[in-house]
């Protein structure tokens, strides 16, 4: 069973297309993350959810836009794609903070924009 | 701004030999550690963390060593495997003033362990 799952798991779109990445975990934790990781490999949080509250949003754009149905999902919406929008987004989970409970990561998401 | 630094983006060693990975951090309030590996196509995996009251934690052939004064840990595995080939990363922690716990990464040091 896959603990954090997130689809799509490759992804190539055109500038100025709208697209989602979706996030479930099925290990009962109340935080869920989004991070980028871009071309220069920095493993960078976007955003942080702990049971459906926004607790963290670092300064992105805001063309991209979290929402949580639930505390077990977590999906990154992201309008008018622009070419630096190309990384790897992982979805992450943890029973709280990252500190003593591990951060569990999904497989990542490669997002490509032509 | 770095705020956690892996200056060594590849390491190569010889099976059975030790692997030290290093990496230096700038932000004092960091007071947790973590060490995650990761292979290909796959996401981070938690390895290894050590809070800043300690400054030795070993898990098997795992062991984080912290130096708070010169703010730089370290992860030593001993003896490397060549399915220990994976990139690491060194990732810290600190409450930032809304009281959300931040976790801030590395770039990662990509490891080679021939056989």
């Known amino acids: 069973d896959t603990a954090v799952s997130q689809t799509p798991k490759y992804l190539v779109t055109q500038m100025g297309n709208d697209k989602s990445i979706k996030c479930e975990q099925n290990?009962?934790?109340?935080?869920m993350y989004w991070y980028k990781q871009d071309s220069k490999k920095f493993l960078k949080i976007m955003f942080s959810?702990?049971?459906?509250?926004?607790?963290i949003n670092e300064t992105v754009p805001n063309r991209f836009s979290p929402k949580s149905p639930d505390k077990a999902h977590l999906n990154l919406h992201i309008n008018s794609l622009e070419l630096g929008d190309s990384a790897v987004y992982f979805c992450?989970?943890?029973?709280?903070?990252?500190?003593?409970?591990?951060?569990?990561f999904g497989e990542g998401s490669w997002l490509t924009v032509v | 701004d770095q705020q956690v630094k892996q200056n060594s983006p590849s390491l190569s060693v010889q099976e059975g030999r030790i692997s030290i990975l290093n990496c230096d951090y700038t932000?004092?309030?960091?007071?947790?550690f973590l060490w995650y590996k990761k292979y290909p196509a796959e996401g981070p995996t938690f390895l290894i963390s050590?809070?800043?009251?300690?400054d030795k934690n070993e898990d098997g052939r795992f062991t984080v060593f912290l130096n708070k004064s010169a703010k730089h840990l370290s992860l030593h595995i001993v003896p490397s495997q060549p399915g220990d080939s994976a990139v690491y990363f060194c990732?810290?922690?600190?409450?930032?003033?809304?009281?959300?716990?931040?976790?801030?990464f590395g770039k990662g040091t990509k490891l080679t362990v021939n056989p």
């Open positions: 992450a989970s943890s029973r709280r903070g990252p500190r003593g409970n591990t951060i569990y």
């Open positions: 290990l009962g934790h109340d935080t």
């Open positions: 959810y702990n049971n459906k509250e926004l607790i």
């Open positions: 932000n004092s309030m960091f007071d947790y």
């Open positions: 050590i809070s800043s009251i300690k």
């Open positions: 990732a810290a922690s600190a409450f930032d003033q809304g009281g959300s716990e931040k976790l801030v």
